[in-house]
């Protein structure tokens, strides 16, 4: 059973008022079912016209002029706020002459109230990698002392190292700047989720924003509407805007690749097809490439690479649009090793390659003979020093008598609390929340807030990503 954190707050008593909404029952939920993939970080972004076809997904169109200009530039007071990290390497990496791996492992272990997309965000990691990299820890109430691995060594793709290079199906992207030879920026992106895939192909960057407004396709504006959540025409710059604060526009009609006011969905397939990063990223990214940089969208799940006389292997389960290639895919693999083998005199530990596959948490793993496993690379990866807080982790305020909040749900298991607790909290934007025990049960409340308007516009978003009725309450200090 995981520790829960506990977030400080003061002895208190919620009072019930008038329902925002009418509930057939006193708190809404007990013992309701989570939805423990995030549904909220994807659901409100989209820059394309219509769900992607066949065709549209596939063809590989030749890389078009000189682009349009650009349309506005950062301000030169922007500064690049990635986490500043002493002795680990994770978002730039030098690559080596003739290698085509970069980065290497590293530990950190949990402290109370810490969450892997926390961490992940940290470190410049996606939700996928390090979910994928630890298994057996929840993401949303990791135990304290838990050792969580960091997946921070990457094969490059099998692409030339030329502009952006993105791989959907490590959902990854290589930046390899003109100016830096030997250098690569590699960043974790959000992708299209099915019927609405990021194609594939070769294009450009177009054109740069910053602030963009974001004019809603009709396509998204209908499916919004039948979940009950309506939006408008055009969505201005500004904290519920989910293009985030700079976008790239590639020469692909209607896709961008663009910050997100939803960052826990980096990691995710959970966008209408367009390419999200960190907001701290895409600053970074926007201020480095220009219009005419060309972009190569791939989707490589196994990739090998040689490090020295080490020969390693990199395998990520298909996406869903193409997992009846999986086996055509691997069956090519195994063909590429054997010739390798042969040519140079090395062999392979074929289990391994087995074992490699069907794991599919795209960690790069030596596959000769009598080479190290999984465990002994984990055991020996150098553990990093927790920081004093993990960049972008939400802050939750301090309750107050009087506070108007949210009763959102109630809870006889306090880990499941938990997990809602911290989904709450990294929404985009954040809901702030916190769990109270109360008469045996764990009541998980939302706020505060300012006037009942805004506990309105609250309750909403967790009807519409949570399915649960929240309830107004007012907090009285014992």
């Known amino acids: 059973m995981s520790k829960i954190h506990r977030v400080p707050h003061p002895p208190l008593l919620l009072t019930p008022m008038k329902s925002l909404k009418k509930t057939s029952t006193g708190l809404p939920h007990t013992e309701m079912t989570l939805p423990f993939v995030l549904l909220a970080v994807g659901l409100l972004s989209g820059c394309q016209l219509e769900p992607t076809t066949a065709k549209s997904v596939l063809e590989l169109p030749p890389i078009t002029g000189f682009p349009l200009p650009t349309i506005a530039s950062p301000p030169d007071t922007v500064e690049e706020v990635q986490p500043k990290l002493a002795g680990i390497a994770t978002r730039e990496f030098v690559i080596a002459k003739d290698r085509g791996i970069v980065g290497g492992l590293a530990g950190i272990s949990v402290q109370d109230g810490d969450t892997l997309p926390d961490i992940a965000r940290h470190f410049g990691l996606g939700y996928n990698d390090i979910t994928l990299a630890n298994p057996a820890i929840f993401p949303w109430t990791p135990e304290a002392g838990a050792r969580v691995m960091l997946p921070l060594r990457f094969i490059l793709p099998d692409a030339p190292r030329k502009g952006i290079v993105l791989n959907l199906a490590n959902m990854r992207m290589f930046y390899y700047p ?13 992708i299209g989720r099915e019927g609405w895939n990021t194609p594939l192909g070769q294009t450009t960057i177009v054109a740069k924003t910053v602030n963009p407004a974001w004019t809603v396709p009709d396509s998204i504006r209908r499916e919004h509407a039948e979940k009950g959540d309506p939006l408008p025409a055009v969505v201005r710059p500004g904290p519920d805007n989910p293009l985030g604060k700079y976008a790239l526009r590639l020469g692909f009609n209607s896709y961008l690749i663009h910050g997100t006011n939803k960052p826990y969905g980096v990691g995710m397939q959970v966008s209408h097809g367009c390419v999200r990063l960190y907001p701290e990223d895409i600053e970074v990214l926007f201020k480095k490439v220009s219009a005419g940089t060309p972009v190569r969208i791939i989707h490589q799940p196994y990739m090998t690479s040689w490090d020295g006389d080490m020969l390693y292997l990199e395998a990520h389960e298909p996406l869903q649009k193409w997992a009846g290639q999986k086996k055509p895919q691997q069956k090519s693999l195994l063909k590429q090793l054997r ?140």
Request: net charge negative; aromatic share 6%; no cysteine.
């Open 339 to 478: 010739q390798t083998a042969a040519e140079k005199g090395v062999t392979v530990d074929w289990d391994k390659v087995d074992r490699i596959l069907q794991r599919a948490d795209g960690i790069p793993t030596p596959i000769l003979s009598a080479s190290t496993d999984l465990p002994e690379l984990v055991a020996q990866a150098p553990e990093v020093q927790h920081p004093e807080h993990f960049y972008g982790q939400p802050a939750v305020p301090e309750l107050t008598d009087s506070d108007l909040v949210l009763i959102v749900a109630d809870f006889a298991n306090e880990v499941t609390a938990q997990q809602l607790v911290a989904m709450l909290n990294h929404q985009g934007p954040s809901i702030p929340a916190r769990q109270v025990e109360k008469n045996g049960s764990y009541q998980v409340i939302a706020g505060p807030f300012k006037n009942k308007k805004e506990a309105g516009s609250v309750a909403h978003r967790i009807k519409i990503d949570f399915e649960i009725d929240a309830k107004l309450g007012m907090v009285t200090i014992q």
């Open 178 to 190: 003109p100016k830096q030879p030997g250098a690569v920026f590699t960043y974790p992106v959000g």
